[in-house]
């Protein structure tokens, strides 16, 4: 079959296509910038990828017609806090008038489990958008989940930071409401499994794990698995104001995303049947289970996908393409360079860089920066990496965004996304005489954009000579 892959940058694409190659079909990914498939050059050269933005105008010459079946796997809750809602309803419209010019037969899209009357936004906006899929020439089938469990889920990785970060708990009132996680290799056996199965079009389903549990309940469980001593106080007068600030503050969410997240956490999403799990023949797998499995993927380095290397995971939306000049007119640069005596072990060094392993030098400055990046409502340093010796365009690096990963040419052009008066880049080069360059450029935007790199120069001057030093292994 042809496929149609929207979000195929996202964290659910990321794992559906290399499975969906494996199953033999033709492969059609799309996103908004081709530069940010994050696949390597084999599976690259066995799909086909177009750019669209589904918030533009449609262009119909885009997409082949003989498409047979699109996931739909698009949203936009962490980009905005007031009109997500409106920026869903319109990217769905754009994609039924896409699909409507193509052969397409099925549309399978991936949502959130209704079950009460009063919805959050989020999850009202869930529900409209498959209402609007129904609205489309093609089947729909439908799949709603709760939160779902895996290695680099927004869900896990929450929940992994509170209990790995906060022995004693002070938490709100939602963590006693309920829900069904599920694994992620159950979602992909359940999105793989309704592909052309006529039995499940133009009809919806509830996909859950076997565990009914409170937030409270998931913390606790996470804890014992990883023999951690938790305590968790509920105290019933946090507001979700309060709330998402402290998910802020603690975990790598953003702040739109924390702030939807806890608005959607105070609704029960439970399954209410389990029609598709019969007709597929499937065996849910528990939560410690999906636990269990994630750490697997993280100890040997096999994760495949985070939702942290989401663009709405930062500050910038926009094209990333523009920012891979670096300009020099009205800039401000720190450079150095130096001799490396093995060149290979640098760019291994460089292709390291951040997360766990931190900027080789003074880290506990870099540190403070990103304390201070979240004080003033910027990402801090939280996200970290998702893979330990691997970058792709596109890739979220604590603060940073790679705008260019090319380990051929020997460059890493990273681009801030912290809080800074003006923009920032920083550039490793390593040319062909063994000389690595570390290039940091900074265009202040106005007095204050100049005043705060002056102000920094001081720490620049040992925190970059250092760092350069290290990654040369000096």
């Known amino acids: 079959m042809k496929i149609l892959l929207t979000g195929a940058n996202g964290y659910i694409g990321m794992r559906l296509l290399p499975l969906l190659l494996e199953q033999g079909h033709q492969i059609i990914c799309s996103v ?22 589904f918030l533009n105008e449609p262009d119909l010459n885009i997409l082949p017609k003989n498409i047979d079946a699109a996931y739909y796997l698009i949203h936009s809750m962490s980009s905005s806090t007031d009109d997500f809602d409106e920026m869903e309803a319109l990217s769905v419209k754009n994609f039924n008038t896409y699909l409507n010019n193509t052969n397409c037969k099925q549309v399978i899209y991936l949502g959130g489990i ?11 906006s869930r529900k409209n958008v498959e209402d609007i899929l129904y609205e489309g020439n093609a089947k729909l089938t439908v799949l709603r989940a709760a939160i779902i469990v895996g290695s680099g889920s927004a869900s896990f990785e929450i929940i992994r930071d509170l209990c790995e970060k906060l022995p004693v708990m002070v938490t709100p009132r939602w963590v006693k409401t309920r829900c069904q996680p599920i694994a992620i290799r159950d979602v992909l056996t359940y999105l793989t ?22 937030y409270k309940e998931m913390m606790l469980q996470y804890s014992k698995f990883r023999e951690i001593n938790l305590s968790i106080v509920t105290l019933p007068f946090l507001s979700p104001k309060l709330s998402s600030y402290w998910l802020y503050f603690v975990t790598s969410t953003s702040y739109k995303l924390a702030l939807n997240l806890v608005d959607s956490m105070k609704i029960e999403v439970i399954t209410k049947d389990t029609r598709l799990q019969e007709m597929l023949n499937v065996k849910p797998i528990s939560y410690v289970k999906a636990i269990e499995l994630a750490f697997k993927k993280i100890k040997q380095n096999q994760v495949v996908s985070s939702w942290k290397d989401s663009m709405v995971s930062g500050r910038f939306h926009s094209d990333l393409k523009k920012y891979v000049e670096v300009p020099d007119e009205g800039c401000v640069k720190d450079k150095q360079k130096i001799k490396l ?52 365009e596109g890739d979220s690096l604590d603060f940073w965004r790679v705008i260019l990963a090319d380990k051929e040419e020997k460059r890493l052009l990273l681009f801030a996304e912290m809080k800074v008066p003006g923009e920032a880049w920083l550039e490793f080069e390593i040319d062909e005489h063994n000389v690595l360059h570390q290039t940091a450029t900074f265009r202040p935007r106005g007095l204050w954009g100049r005043l705060y790199w002056y102000s920094m ?16 292994g000096k």
Not at 32 to 53: F, G, W
């Open 32 to 53: 908004r910038d081709a530069n940010r498939l994050s696949v390597n050059k084999e599976m690259r050269s066995k799909i086909e990828v177009v750019e669209i933005d």
């Open 114 to 124: 209704v079950n009460e009357g009063n919805l959050s936004k989020h999850l009202w």
């Open 193 to 214: 499994g309704v592909l052309g199965n006529e039995a499940c079009y133009d009809d919806s389903f509830d996909i859950g794990g076997p565990d009914i549990l409170s």
């Open 341 to 392: 005596e093995n060149p290979e072990k640098a760019l291994e060094n460089i292709w390291s860089i951040g997360g766990e392993k931190g900027w080789y030098y003074a880290n506990w400055l870099w540190k403070i920066r990103g304390y201070m990046d979240k004080l003033f409502g910027g990402v801090g340093l939280r996200r970290g990496r998702t893979h330990l010796n691997q970058l792709y």
């Open 457 to 472: 120069l001081p720490f620049h001057y040992f925190i970059f000579g250092g760092m350069i030093s290290r990654i040369a």
